[in-house]
């Protein structure tokens, strides 16, 4: 080995027909990254990438120092041989075999003795919580099962980089959040890199790390899911953690965001901004709110939905079309006569904005 | 019919969750159009009148005597026996080719895959003539079988093994490819991320999991092989004992004692039906959840 610092260095290059993937990846050992991003973004080309299932077409992929691929040098080392394991979405059980066959596989592969294998395995199920499930297979699994089994046979060969694939995206709501919950604590424990591809914002924040987050194959923003879900950068992110997000010019604690709207922030900032602030932030007023509220902008409702216990309201801000959304009361909707295609006027306080550079 | 039945268990393998095929007519939104069920009637009566004549013709009286001749049991012993083991050299070979053709590509594959079918639509006598060009005393690798290593194919039982092989591979192979394209590829990827050579996981993942196809081709095969004619009295010739295959054998009483004929041919039937009925329960037991 090298005196490289250990875990995975990697920039996945991989150009198709009207696609480019370009992502740069570095992962401690004993860190939980999550790749999130819409579908289509790149995220399990990514994965893919790492397992060696598909070949880059530029970049490179290092683990604890040792070269894995790279294109340039015409450099690959064969799925088979990576110390990489590897959940995939539907688990990809072997149906054939029994849950304990099916974590003994890899050790098998490896040339571990039928015996020994097979004792790796049911050591792997017990800590899985899966003993007596040892015989079953896998069409006999429920899901939560199925999924310690995939954990458990990724585990067995003692893989360097952990690679999961959307890993709750098969189960139901119900079992989500145990398997959740369980699958955060066999992360914890694992002291290699663990890489997790997921659109799915919880998931990413309660198993992950850091995140990182992709869109048409390129990353658009990198942090702990703290900063990520305080700090959105994108549209999409700003989505995901349900916020409203505007990008404009900012001067003092004025951020002009649109022709006609300039937004008083608490912060003070100069040059290139984002403005961000919770749906429950906005008040919406059939009539213009007198003068001292200073963030007062018009806007036409386009959508309404039961969110929880509130009403989110979808609107269009006029001029300028930034979209905005709002939480409401079901008593202030009732109040205010609110429906579909009514004009109103938005107000958000200062106090509750949130602006960082852009 | 034979492989009207192996068609189904393969069908009935491949979608899980299906309900049982055979249940007779469903008569869903309207009932079943007359254009489409008087056609279906007149090829069923179509497809099992003559086995039905077979049945009302048969010399029952006679059959006992007619069946304790035997050279009867040798016929059929022999036909058994050339059938499974063509059947097994098609799986030993079929199958790898199989796989190549629906897991690789290279140059050519297409013309490959084209060449490898042509038996399927091949005259069997063109092929027992092909066979003898080829593997013959004086054909263009026999010549050198003969002179290297002594061995001669034609006329002998191993002869009757090799024009068995060639007339019924082809429907192994293309029944294989069709399972293993249908089969999902991503078993294999998960293999390979375990730790499993290419071999490694066809042998212990993809095998396993086609099993159902590679029966459903290899009762494919065996029925062919059993009823091949052409090919096996052009290359191998009729020699009781030796060659003399069961349709051999029919074909042959039908001309001087037509009685042994009808017998032998409802030996073979029953023999026929009996395997496959065999198989397809089998095959029925391990489908069901």
């Known amino acids: ?358 | 019919m034979s492989s009207t039945a192996t068609r189904r268990g393969a069908g009935e393998r491949r979608g899980p969750g299906r309900g049982p095929i055979g249940r007779g007519l469903r008569r869903g939104g309207g009932g079943v159009p007359l254009p489409l069920l008087l056609p279906a009637l007149v090829g069923l009566v179509f497809l099992l009148l003559p086995l039905l004549a077979l049945l009302i013709r048969a010399p029952w009286r006679g059959l006992p005597h007619q069946l304790s001749s035997p050279a009867v049991w040798q016929a059929l012993r022999l036909s058994l026996e050339t059938a499974t083991c063509a059947t097994a050299v098609s799986l030993v070979l079929g199958v790898p080719m199989a796989w190549l053709l629906a897991r690789t590509s290279f140059p050519g594959r297409r013309l490959v895959r084209a060449l490898v079918t042509l038996p399927l639509v091949l005259p069997p006598v063109v092929g027992g003539v092909a066979l003898l060009l080829a593997l013959g005393r004086n054909g263009v690798v026999g010549r050198w079988l003969d002179s290297a290593f002594g061995i001669t194919l034609p006329f002998t039982t191993a002869g009757v093994v090799v024009a068995e092989a060639f007339v019924a591979m082809p429907f192994l192979v293309i029944s294989v490819e069709g399972t293993l394209r249908a089969a999902d590829t991503r078993y294999e990827e998960a293999a390979a991320t375990l730790g499993a050579s290419r071999f490694t996981a066809f042998r212990r993942v993809t095998l396993p999991m086609i099993a159902p196809g590679v029966a459903a081709g290899a009762v494919l095969a065996w029925a062919r092989a059993l009823g091949e004619f052409g090919a096996t009295i052009t290359f191998a010739g009729s020699f009781p004992g030796r060659t003399q295959t069961m349709p051999l054998a029919v074909y042959l009483a039908l001309q001087d004692d037509p009685a042994a004929a009808v017998s032998l041919s409802l030996v073979l039937l029953a023999v026929s039906v009996a395997v496959l009925a065999g198989l397809r329960d089998r095959w029925t037991g391990a489908a069901a959840p």
Not at chain 1, 4 to 18: I, T
Not at chain 1, 143 to 172: C, F, S
Not at chain 1, 254 to 275: D, H, I, Q, R, S
């Open chain 1, 1 to 358: 080995m090298t005196g490289e610092p250990p875990g995975l260095d990697a920039r996945l290059v991989v150009e198709r027909e009207a696609f480019r993937l370009d992502v740069r990846l570095r992962v401690a050992p004993g860190e939980v990254l999550a790749l999130l991003g819409p579908n289509g973004a790149g995220k399990t080309t990514a994965l893919r990438a790492l397992a060696g299932l598909t070949p880059l077409t530029g970049g490179g992929l290092r683990l604890d120092g040792v070269p894995l691929e790279e294109p340039e040098r015409r450099w690959r080392v064969a799925p088979e041989h990576r110390p990489v394991g590897v959940i995939f979405q539907d688990y990809l059980l072997f149906p054939h075999l029994s849950a304990l066959d099916n974590v003994a596989f890899g050790p098998r592969c490896q040339g571990v003795p039928k015996a020994q294998a097979r004792a790796r395995a049911a050591e792997l199920l017990a800590r899985m919580g899966l003993s007596d499930r040892a015989g079953a297979k896998p069409r006999r699994l429920s899901g939560g099962q199925a999924q310690r089994v995939a954990l458990a046979r990724a585990l067995a060969t003692g893989p360097r980089l952990l690679l999961l694939d959307e890993p709750l995206a098969a189960l139901d709501a119900r079992a989500r959040l145990d398997v959740r919950a369980e699958l955060r604590r066999h992360l914890a424990a694992f002291e290699a890199v663990a890489v997790l591809v997921t659109h799915d914002p919880l998931d990413a924040m309660v198993l992950a790390d850091r995140l990182v987050v992709i869109e048409q194959g390129t990353v658009v923003q990198e942090g702990t899911p703290a900063e990520i879900a305080r700090r959105p950068r994108t549209d999409y992110i700003a989505r995901l953690v349900g916020l409203n997000l505007y990008q404009g010019r900012a001067e003092g604690h004025l951020v002009t965001v649109g022709p006609e709207l300039a937004l008083t922030t608490t912060e003070k900032l100069t040059g290139p901004a984002f403005v961000a602030f919770p749906p429950s932030a906005v008040t919406l007023h059939r009539e213009r709110p007198d003068s001292s509220a200073r963030n007062a902008w018009r806007a036409v409702i386009t959508g309404m939905e039961s969110h929880g216990d509130q009403i989110r309201v979808a609107l269009t801000g006029e001029p300028g079309g930034l979209p905005l959304a709002a939480d409401l009361t079901t008593v202030a909707v009732a109040e205010l006569g609110l429906e579909s295609g009514a004009q109103v006027w938005a107000t958000v306080k200062a106090a509750q904005t949130h602006a960082y550079p852009a």
